[in-house]
């Protein structure tokens, strides 16, 4: 009984070194949350606006989508529209080619991650660069993010100051942050200046005044936006909000949430092409519109992006990212994962506990135990159900269903106190991998009770009214 | 007013005397009680295991036992859960407007909530560590949760701090899961032991002798792993100390 | 264009139900006694610097105290009399490299997180970003409690459609979770309140 994700945790958690720091590190981005957090009186307020803004955004989402091309149209962008990842790519690739684009920068965005643009890119012999701190390691290391706002977080600063010897010439065996930080600056500030289009994600699309706000910290998006003639954004179906009014909710929710800070750095509002430039949007579906009519799972489309859930998932913290098989993972990415394709990412279902702590993050209500919990209850009809849960489920039924043969085996049960060792602990028993089994008592409360061994007291309080029904 | 006692499975074959101290506690106060013995389980374990339909039946079952009482008590904040978040979905299905979900009450709930004690009978002179349950935590709101801004409480404090003698603590991280989460512990068992153990700590580190809590479940995996790591803490059911002296 | 009405059908016909939009006016947001001194406050918390200017003071001779080091300014403000580039007049950005200091106007600022609105105000937006350390000048009359009275105060310039919040220098955590100021932007900013 195991799943690629216990597969792959249970070698994250043989590094006890890493999955300490991982999982504490993550704790303490968890607790700067908290402290910001309750530190707004009408958190809770803006949690639920938030949702209402979002419910109402996406049930009215092709008004929206069109007035915001709309407005973006009449502000001198030029709009796309893709209805899949490859007519993404084809759009991005088609307006880098013509202007005979050779470097590209981008910041962060999980969207051209989901389309696996940089592949199709630099397919295309695009030099593309990722300029956030974090995105830059994990592409010149060739690897995934394995956080969504922190994509690095499981990499050590040692391997770091490594890479960056390699990669920048730094100095050897110095792999101290605020050292190899400045050497990243000099390196992408040099990308920056020769590249000749930018790339961004969005945070926020503004129906009403067809704005896009990106939010960052480093500053990145804005550099990479500032110097070459063009620039591209990739927005998700799902970014669309109504107004700036609404903006104020989500920009007071957004950053104390993914990083306990009380705003990013840098909110920028991109409504015009700079002189003489040019500012594409791209305004991707892939999915998202059959989204919203899936009752059971449609309020995923209200996610942030903001990472919280992943944060304080338990099993997130100590099993890393890698070992969802989904490119996001968490409880986020599992449900995301299981809308994308139930089939190929059902091995994520596993990794909750339903301990609901996501659900009580999560800036914009989405109610992601609750979706871990339905989906699970599918995986039998998918054909993708444990056949030995599902032994069990079945038997516990069995022996649940029938008072006398549950009485019986209670009865019974304590033998298995005195069973040998080896047939209690063996590979069969994954109860057994760390943790010893209860004993079973001599008499179960149901045949104390039928010998007439539960009994009162005999005291009363005194201070308690008589109950009346 | 009649109670119907709902004792879950598993404090049945493994921790009788939390039922037993749930008898006498509520007797105490005056509650007159019934035991159905025709009970078994709640369902919960399959349910959150994916085969929610295999609980139907005992929906069914349940209802029939227990929907005829004023009020239905539990020693276990899942369990109640369960029937009162779940229930009425599984038997909508069915057509069938659930009895039992709005009058099930988990001990603490109902102790703090219905009956509103002021006292307790006994003197417990111990060092406990509470342990807030995630389904106690988030579904009964047996305490505030710490994700969230609302005002501070905890019905088990106000409970226990009823108890002479008593000293009562919380572990750092004072609401995350122990990793036990149902069919989540086989299934995950990595998982599901690092999280008890790293719990663990956090309990140890309170100087307490003893771990309670509203949920069994929650302490038979701790306990797996207490015994096997000989850890230096013990467990009791937060019924049993709130029955002391009787 | 015919992706456009397929997606936009698509939506049309899987919306099953729909909701309001709640009326975000009812909600009140946070507010402080004293505006200004939280706006400093929040300021430095973010890694930033805010400073009142006294009566009398003169902001060249302040800005120059506080970056005595800076050689390349860069500032299009009619009070500024120190700056050596002018980002209005420069055509092309990249030129604006080297730059150590920028000082540039800000709008508004929020008292709960620090954040100054800046609609762009300069002909060369990487003023902004590339300059190693930011002065921001604000009118302290202008100071705002939350993001929801910004967000009804705020506009762009009719020259430019560009315009951000800045709250303290740039940064990042990416290595480790260790907080590093000065990734990409302003190794530090400082607010001079007017």
Known sequence: MSTKHSEAAKRFIANKEQRTWHNETLWLVREKRDRLAMAVPEWEKLRELSSEIKLHTITHLDKYAEQFAQKAEANGVVVHWAKDAKEHNEIVHGILAAHNTKKLVKSKSMLTEECHLNKYLIE???????????????????????????????????????????????????????YLTRAARKHLRDQFLSADAGMTGCNFAIAETGDIVVCTNEGNADMGTSFPKVHIVSIGLEKIIPNLNALGVYTRLLARSATGQPSTTYTSHFRKPGEGRELHYVIVDNGRSDIIGNEEHFQTLKCLRCAACMNTCPVYRRSGGYSYTYFIPGPI????????????????????????????VCPAHVNLADQIYRWRQDLDSLGKADPMKKVMSKGLKFLFGLPALYNTTLKFAPLVNHLPRFTVYNGLNAWGEGRELPEFTGDSFTALWKKGKVTKSGKKCSTLKKQKP | MKVGLFIPCYINAVYPEAGVATYKLLDYFGVEMDYPTA???????????????????????????????????????????????????LLNKEQHACQTSGKIYDLCEFLHDILKVKEMPGTFPHKVSIHNSCHGVRELNLSSASEL????????????????????????KADEC?????????????????????KLKNHIATGAAYITGADSSCMMHMQGIVKREKLPIKFIHVAQILASGL | MSSKNDILENIKRNIKFTCDLPDISCLKGMEYADKIAQFIEITQGVGGNAYLLKEGEDINDLIKTLYPEAKEIASNLPDITIATRNPDTIDDPHALDGTDLGIIQGEVGVAENGCVWIPQNVRQKAVYFISEYLVIVLDRKNIVH????????????????????????????????ALVMGAHGAKGVTVILK
């Open chain 2, 39 to 89: 009970q078994t389980c709640c369902g919960q374990p399959m349910a959150n295991g994916g085969f929610e339909g295999e609980a139907v039946s005992l929906a069914n079952k349940f209802e029939e036992l227990f929907g005829k009482y004023d009020y239905v008590v539990a020693p276990s904040a899942s369990c109640t859960a369960f029937v009162k978040e779940v229930y009425p979905k």
């Open chain 2, 149 to 172: 801004n609302i005002e501070r409480y905890s019905k088990i404090k106000d409970l226990l701090k009823l108890v002479k003698g008593i000293e009562v603590f919380e572990p750092h």
């Open chain 1, 333 to 360: 990415g599992i449900n995301l994962g299981m809308l994308k394709s139930p089939q190929q990412y059902a091995d994520n279902v596993s990794a909750c506990t339903l301990c609901y702590s996501c659900n009580n």
């Open chain 2, 178 to 198: 122990c990793g036990f989460g149902g069919m989540f512990c086989v299934e995950e068992p990595d998982v599901s032991v690092c999280m008890g153990q790293d």
């Open chain 1, 124 to 178: 295309q012999g695009i030099d593309v660069v990722e300029t956030d701190l974090g995105e830059r390691i994990i592409q010149f290391m060739n690897i995934p993010p394995s956080h969504i706002v922190m994509p690095a977080i499981h990499i050590k600063r040692q391997e770091v100051g490594k890479l960056f010897e390699e990669k920048l010439g730094t100095e050897t065996g110095n792999s101290d942050p605020t």
């Open chain 3, 146 to 177: 939350n993001m929801h009275e910004a967000y009804r105060q705020i506009k762009f310039s009719d020259k430019y459609g560009f315009g951000l919040f800045i709250s303290g220098p740039s940064k990042t955590a990416d290595i480790e979770q």
